[in-house]
């Protein structure tokens, strides 16, 4: 039964770029950085992983995940339990599968500071496993 292609893990790679911007309350201004991460998506079992992007790394929940969408989030889908979470990070994705376009959006509190980070990314699905040059920066699948 595991090596059934409906109980394998499905893998997206994902190349664009993130944009950053923190906010001091002390400092009373904000600071701006912009970069370009590759991004590999694990779709497995109710969970979205995220690989290889520093800024966007984690497990998420997945909200959707149908023939022409996938929906992700962090704390949870559930937004009463995301709005009393005592967290202090959310972070949504949303990739249109027919056109392989993927928006990520995070969100981090602290306790003088906000870090806000969008990402812009074009992906590509690769079935159910990926090659080990997706870890390699100047290599794509």
């Not at 704390?75 to 928006?103: F, M, Q, R, W, Y």
């Amino acid at each position: 039964m595991g090596c059934e292609k409906v109980s394998l893990p499905d893998y997206w790679y994902c190349s664009g770029s993130s944009q950053q911007r923190v906010s001091s309350s002390v400092a009373g201004q904000a600071k701006f950085f912009e970069g370009s991460n590759p991004v590999l998506l694990e779709v497995f079992d109710g969970q979205v992983t995220q690989y290889i992007s520093k800024p966007f790394t984690g497990v998420f929940e997945q909200c959707l995940n149908n023939a022409t969408e996938l929906i992700f989030q962090l704390p949870s889908c559930d937004a009463s339990v995301s709005s009393s979470s005592d967290s202090h990070i959310n972070v949504s994705g949303n990739l249109i599968k027919e056109s392989g376009k993927l928006t990520l959006k995070e969100v981090k509190d602290f306790s003088s500071e906000q870090v806000q980070t969008t990402g812009a990314y074009s992906c590509k699905y690769l079935g159910h496993r990926y090659p080990a040059s997706v870890f390699y920066a100047n290599e794509t699948p």
